[in-house]
């Protein structure tokens, strides 16, 4: 199965800016989910994507948060005003594009350290 | 919302050895339980899942089993061999409205096989 690649692989930014996190899928995947994990932690669902628009979503993402698809191709995580505990892996994930909606496959991850 | 808890957080087996993790969900309407096995600093890797219509399922040296009227599902691995060492995590999800819902995690279990 084809995977989804995330840019940049290492994200370091100041406590208060913007980041925006990058996830490309290969094909024509259905769902997109972002995920994070605090490092030694389990990884938190944040929110789902389908169709170009929000599907479900955390407790976690909140105003802090967004996502968007903004060509038609990658899909993005933006997060503003960035806090120190913001400090995590951001996992993109897909589902498989066929009748299994559920089976989620995880890209290589943005770690992502604010200063 | 569903909440998974799992045990043990760190478990060691002697290399040729079973392996069994246990997890536990709350909400009734999960119907989908994958198991993820991760390395250090990697990504996530979907290893094995089971749909709530069946029981049981295996795949070579691991298989998982599912409680539904207890809400507890199970991870197990035979021959346990050094490349097992990794964390694992249990998910649980629905498929709420047609589309894939976001996985809730538990916290992992650390996997030590000994020589």
């Known amino acids: 199965e084809p995977e989804v690649t995330q840019t940049p692989s290492h994200q370091v930014t100041q406590m208060g800016q913007e980041v925006i996190l990058r996830c490309v899928p290969i094909s024509n995947h259905l769902y997109f989910y972002w995920y994070r994990q605090i490092l030694g932690q389990k990884v938190e669902f944040l929110v789902s994507f389908y169709n170009n628009e929000i599907s479900e979503k955390s407790e976690i993402f909140d105003d802090q948060f967004s996502v968007e698809r903004p060509d038609g191709s990658n899909f993005t995580l933006k997060i503003r005003s960035t806090k120190l505990e913001d400090s995590a892996m951001y996992f993109c994930?897909?589902?498989?594009?066929?009748?299994?909606?559920?089976?989620?496959?995880f890209g290589p991850g943005t770690r992502l350290t604010v200063l | 919302g569903e909440n998974v808890e799992q045990h043990p957080s760190t478990l060691s087996v002697q290399e040729g050895d079973s392996a069994v993790i246990k997890c536990t969900y709350s909400?009734?309407?999960?119907?989908?339980f994958p198991w993820y096995k991760q390395e250090l600093g990697k990504r996530p890797q979907l290893i094995i899942d089971?749909?709530?219509?069946?029981g049981e399922k295996k795949d070579q040296r691991i298989a998982v089993t599912l409680n539904k009227t207890a809400k507890h599902f199970s991870l197990h691995i035979t021959e346990t061999q050094p490349e097992d060492s990794a964390v694992y995590f249990c998910a649980a999800s629905g498929n709420s409205g047609g589309g894939a819902d976001g996985l809730t995690f538990g916290k992992g279990t650390h996997l030590i096989i000994q020589p």
């Open positions: 994930a897909r589902t498989s594009g066929t009748n299994s909606y559920n089976e989620q496959f």
């Open positions: 909400d009734s309407a999960s119907n989908y």
């Open positions: 089971i749909r709530s219509n069946v």
